[in-house]
């Protein structure tokens, strides 16, 4: 099969690292890709909101499957213009993507069927959302309604932050279209969890359980960012949670889903806060967790490429009854390697040595998110350059290889937090 990774993150090189372990696969694409894709793909100068030329270049290619990485093109609707073309593809349409596309429809189809989340309100209008911050009171949190590249949720403790977060995006419209609509809720307290299933919204597979790390610094300091780190399996949600969630979270959201005539296929991604009053939801994205999938494939033995092939056609319950999604016990961690002044501005070319010889650690895996290949050698070119993972007998066993591998790896300025993992510990 010739399959096509659309994206160019960590995340997008752990995918592509993964599909070139199935059996089923003869040659892989990716686009834009990175450094890393590099090794395992070809590299195809598309960008991965240009949904047309994808699919130009996915008839021209005869693509088999192509495998959707960010949010962008899936909610422009990159999985609709792909079925037209009768060109299989792994991912939810334009419809069900809205689940991460529009947080005022994720809230309310929440509402609607029960789904434990933040009370809140909606507003079209600055004033009318500022009128009720000073009413409601801090802490609360302000969210503008669409894609906002992960800056879209202000936690603010006080009135005055959340009244100047609303005049931002309302008025100084700091995410464009984005901030139509501000949603303000109740800032609720407890760790997270992200929960990721994978459905065809007939049948349900839940991946391993992963706690991300959002803030630049050690000890949950400094501003957020695209995650810092992650680990799987996240011990703090127990068999008892894990099975409350499932029932109260992902199947009345993908039963909620169905009732209003969307079909669902691919993967949800449940962003969970444990509070002392259950779980209840953050937020739904619509694809895999960046750097969530960086901790959670390399513990997956089965073939990735069977499982969405079965989830894009609708076949999930045929794939559960063969046996579904099999893991390894061994936990992993990862740990993000991030360029000097990340998530501000940064310096990109830089070159990055020490790859090889942490590469070649055992049950370590390097993947690329943003680098370039320079010469004969690699150089930045994101804010969040790599990610390194590693297995371990515990999850401590596994923390020690990561930082073992990230020892051995150098660009200038780079940064990490150095308590991935800690709070399982
Ligand atoms: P989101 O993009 O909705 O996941 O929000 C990003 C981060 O903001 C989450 O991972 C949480 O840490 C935080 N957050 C979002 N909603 C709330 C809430 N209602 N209460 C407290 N923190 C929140
Ligand atoms: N790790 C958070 C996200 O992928 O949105």
């Known amino acids: 099969m010739r399959i096509l990774v659309v994206g160019s993150g960590g995340r997008e090189h752990a995918l592509v690292w993964k599909i070139a372990q199935s059996k089923l696969v003869d040659k892989i694409f990716c686009a834009p890709g990175n450094g890393g894709t590099a090794l395992q793909a070809e590299n195809i100068d598309i960008r991965a909101d240009d949904i047309a030329g994808l699919v130009r270049f996915g008839r021209r290619e005869k693509i088999d499957l192509t495998v959707v990485g960010p949010e962008v093109p899936l909610t422009l609707g990159i999985a609709d213009e792909f079925e037209k ?35 809140f309100k909606v507003f079209g209008e600055a ?18 309604d669409g894609l906002a590249a992960g800056k879209g949720v202000i936690v603010a403790k006080t009135v005055d932050e959340a009244k100047a977060a609303v005049r931002q995006i309302m008025e100084g419209r700091v995410f464009g279209p984005a901030g139509d609509r501000v949603i303000v809720e109740e800032c609720l307290t407890g760790q997270e969890a992200s929960i990721l299933v994978l459905t065809d919204s007939k049948d349900v597979i839940p991946l391993a359980t992963s706690q991300d790390h959002k803030r630049i610094f050690d000890n949950d300091e400094g501003p957020n960012t695209g995650g810092m780190g992650a680990y799987s399996p996240a011990p703090v949600v127990t068999p008892a949670l894990f099975d409350e969630i499932m029932k109260k979270i992902v199947y009345r959201t993908i039963d909620g889903l169905v009732k209003e005539g969307i079909t669902y296929r691919g993967i949800l991604y449940a962003g969970v806060m444990l509070t002392k009053d259950g779980p209840k939801t953050l937020e739904f994205n619509a694809r895999f967790g960046d750097p969530e999938t960086e901790a959670i494939l390399p513990r997956m033995t089965s073939d990735i490429v069977e499982a969405m092939l079965a989830a894009a056609s609708g076949n999930l319950g045929k794939f559960a009854q063969a046996g579904g999604l099999a893991w390894q016990t061994r936990p992993c961690v990862c740990v993000v390697c991030a360029a000097e002044g990340y998530p501000g501005e940064y310096k990109k070319g830089l070159p990055v040595s020490g790859l090889d010889a942490a590469g070649a650690m055992q049950d370590v895996m390097i993947f690329h998110a943003g680098t370039k290949k320079k010469d004969a050698g690699v150089v930045t070119g994101g804010g969040r350059v790599l990610c390194v993972s590693a297995l371990g007998a515990a999850i401590r066993d596994a923390r020690d290889k990561a930082y073992q591998a990230v020892g051995k790896i150098h660009f200038e300025g780079m940064q990490y937090r150095t308590d991935i993992a800690a709070k399982a510990l």
């Open 85 to 119: 073309c009768r060109l299989p593809v792994f991912g939810p349409n334009k419809a069900a993507a809205a689940m991460e596309g529009s947080k005022v429809f994720s809230k309310e189809l929440m509402r609607t069927y029960g789904v434990p989340t933040a009370d």
């Open 127 to 144: 004033g009318a959302a500022c009128a009720y911050i000073e009413k409601a009171g801090a802490p609360c949190v302000v969210k503008a």
